[in-house]
């Protein structure tokens, strides 16, 4: 099974993860200021049966694909942590456009775009469409499935067996910190949104601290490979 370092580390880069703001908090902070807390939480509700569609595709996925070709799994943890180096010099890189130029960034840029986090005049939607929306908005994002395949790998150890039971105990990790921090952006989604609507300096700095956890784990991921 999964060591405790190892789970400390996959729950830091989650962690980073969920702090960069993306569609998933942009749809709950939304709701939450539109129609208050509880049309948020419904809505993360969503978010998170999203992610156990993506968590549950991911891991069956990577089992069977070892269990059929384990070269081809092999390549694909070494294309996920060249992945990651990539993502970190996109982050760190003068301009760059992964994680730091968010929609609030942009529209801080940009004369008459409106800001993503500003109180809009949304209908209030009953539970079963926010949830639904709060799924789909999850489902269909592309990075959520790329985290999975390219970060997975690189915590999974065949060896130890249980490949299928070590991908659904990170996916929980990852779950858990997303929720709780969601969460709390919910119950205080009005002074977060003002503050990231405002604050151009956090999303240089997150830029940068998402770009290092992405380039230590990367490097730490190709040296242990180096000196297997």
């Known amino acids: 099974m999964l060591t ?5 580390w996959f729950a830091l880069v989650a962690l ?3 702090l960069t703001p993306g569609p998933n908090m942009i749809y709950c902070i939304s709701r939450t200021l539109c129609q208050g807390r509880a049309a948020g939480m419904v809505s993360l509700g969503g978010v ?3 992610f156990v569609v993506h968590l549950l595709g991911a891991s069956f996925g990577l089992s069977a694909l070892l269990l059929a070709a384990p070269l081809a799994f092999s390549a694909l943890k070494l294309a996920g942590a060249l992945y990651l180096l990539w ?3 996109q982050a760190v ?3 760059g456009n992964i994680f730091a130029p968010t929609l609030a960034a942009r529209a801080a840029a940009l004369p008459g775009v409106a800001m993503p986090f500003e109180t809009r005049a949304l209908p209030h939607d009953p539970p079963r469409k926010l949830f639904l929306m709060g799924f789909m908005t999850n ?3 592309p990075k959520v499935a790329m985290f999975y395949l390219s970060f997975f790998p690189q915590f999974l150890h065949p060896e130890r067996g249980q490949v299928l039971l070590q991908s659904l105990s990170l996916g929980a990790v990852q779950i858990t910190v997303s929720l709780a921090i969601n969460t709390v952006i919910i119950f205080f989604a009005a002074g977060l949104a003002v503050f990231l609507n405002r604050n151009i300096t956090w999303m240089r ?3 940068y601290v998402m770009g290092t956890v992405l380039g230590l784990l990367a ?3 190709l040296t242990e490979k180096r000196t297997a």
């Not at 405790?4 to 400390?8: D, G, H």
């Open 4 to 8: 405790a370092q190892e789970l400390i």
């Open 16 to 18: 980073a993860l969920v």
């Open 48 to 50: 998170a049966l999203g």
């Open 87 to 89: 993502l970190a010099w």
């Open 93 to 95: 890189k003068p301009g």
């Open 139 to 141: 489902l269909l994002n």
């Open 205 to 207: 700095v997150q830029r």
């Open 219 to 221: 490097l730490r991921l």
